[in-house]
């Protein structure tokens, strides 16, 4: 915008469909000139006219954070809360990742394990619990 001649950076610059469909949502919608002045449009043949000129157009940023709210409330509701920019899910505030994880992890290890090993592990747990290792004559037990 700044090559154009328009400075402000309180706008976003915007196309001609994308400019028609942000004021169709109620977003301000500006001409901006090169002599870093702008006009307000108040219809879609504001927007198509100066499109055709080679005029760029721009987007309040104000109104479209406003639009994007009002589409949204709830993501923006929960992105204010979130602690896991990740878990954007419509729950609010699942909790810290970490705290996810650990439940999957092995508590010993701090790893997750396989179900491989643990059926393995548990296998070998039950053989020492059920039956005593058989000694061999001649072995004295100390």
Avoid at 34 to 55: M, P, Q, R, Y
Avoid at 100 to 127: C, F, N
Wanted: aromatic share 6%; hydrophobic share 35%.
């Amino acid at each position: 915008m700044k090559d154009y001649g328009y400075a402000w950076a309180g706008v976003l610059p915007a196309g001609q469909e994308a400019a028609e469909k942000a004021l169709e949502k109620g977003c301000e919608v500006y001409r901006l000139y090169s002599d870093n002045t702008e006009g307000l449009c108040v219809d879609t043949k504001e927007i198509a006219d100066h499109a055709a000129k080679g005029g760029m157009l721009g987007i309040s940023k104000e109104s479209w954070m406003v639009a994007l709210e009002k589409e949204n409330y709830l993501k923006a509701a929960e992105m204010s809360m979130e602690d896991d920019y990740g878990m954007i899910d419509g729950i609010i505030n699942n909790g810290l990742k970490e705290d996810k994880t650990a439940e999957v992890k092995a508590p010993e290890t701090g790893e997750k394990s396989s179900i491989m090993d643990r059926l393995k592990s548990a296998k070998a747990e039950k053989q020492e619990e059920c039956c005593s290792p058989k000694k061999n004559k001649g072995e004295i037990e100390l």
